[in-house]
Each structure stands twice: as C-alpha cells, then as structure tokens.
C-alpha cells in the first residue's frame, strides 16, 4: 500500500545514503534525512501557496519548517549535555514538552503568517499572540 507520508523519508534516505554517501545508523545520516524531509515538507507547502498566489512571496512557509528541523536538533543536544552532566532523571520528559511547547509557539507564527497572508487563515483565530507582542509589540491580531 502507498504511504504518502514515508515518501520524504525515503528520498531523504536515498539522498543520504546514496548521493552523500553516509553510513547508515550515523548522526549525520540522521540530520541529512530530517532537514530534507522538513525541506522537502516546507518546499510543499511553499509550492501550493504560490500556486494560489504567484505574487506573494510565501518566504516564511518554508523557514518555518526549517526551524522545525533544528529545533529537534537543539533539543538532541540538549537531551545528549543532560546525559554527560549525569541527569537521568524520568521527569526530564517534561522539560522536553516545555521546550516543545515554547519552539512551536516560536516557530509556527512564520508559517502562519504566511497562511493569513494567503487568507487561509483569519486573524482573529488567535486574537493574542505573545510571540507577535515579543517580536513586533503587536499584542492583537490585525482585524480588518
């Protein structure tokens, strides 16, 4: 049976196994598969965007999914320095949400902005936004 979803990870791996050249099981084989795989999920999503507006530029869809990418990448060095500095500790999972939490609060307002921009989305589906007050004092979603 198909599997749409399996279809990045397989090209990523073939691109890092066979293009690169890179061993199997390896960290960089691992990080070579999860930025194609985001890249390849933002190029998507960036495409479809255009091809509903070729005028507007859509920059931000794909950063978005980049950012997503090295945030699992930030949180493995973080999980790798926790273990050399000895905590071991079960209760760690939830800093791990915390973290989770705070990058997908961070990083998804540049996918979404591009989806208001395009008129996917409205506004005032999240009429306060802490991130938009932190970067840009823009406390209130724009409702025109």
Same mark, same amino acid.
């Given at each position: ?7 990045? *990870? ?22 070579? *598969? ?33 950012? *997503? ?76």
């Amino acid at each position: 049976m198909y599997d749409e979803y399996k279809v990045p *990870q397989t090209i990523a791996r073939s691109i890092a196994w066979d293009v690169f050249r890179v061993k199997k099981g390896l960290l960089t084989s691992r990080y070579i *598969q999860l930025y194609l795989c985001f890249a390849m999920s933002g190029f998507f999503h960036w495409m479809a965007a255009k091809l509903a507006y070729p005028e507007k530029t859509f920059y931000n869809t794909f950063a978005g999914f980049i950012w *997503q990418a090295s945030g699992i990448v930030i949180e493995d060095f973080a999980i790798w320095a926790g273990r050399k500095a000895g905590f071991t500790s079960p209760n760690w999972k939830y800093l791990g949400y915390v973290w989770f939490l705070v990058f997908i609060s961070w990083s998804a307002p540049l996918y979404f902005d591009d989806c208001v921009e395009g008129g996917w989305l409205r506004p005032e589906t999240w009429p306060v936004s802490l991130i938009h007050g932190v970067w840009k004092g823009e406390w209130k979603a724009n409702t025109v």
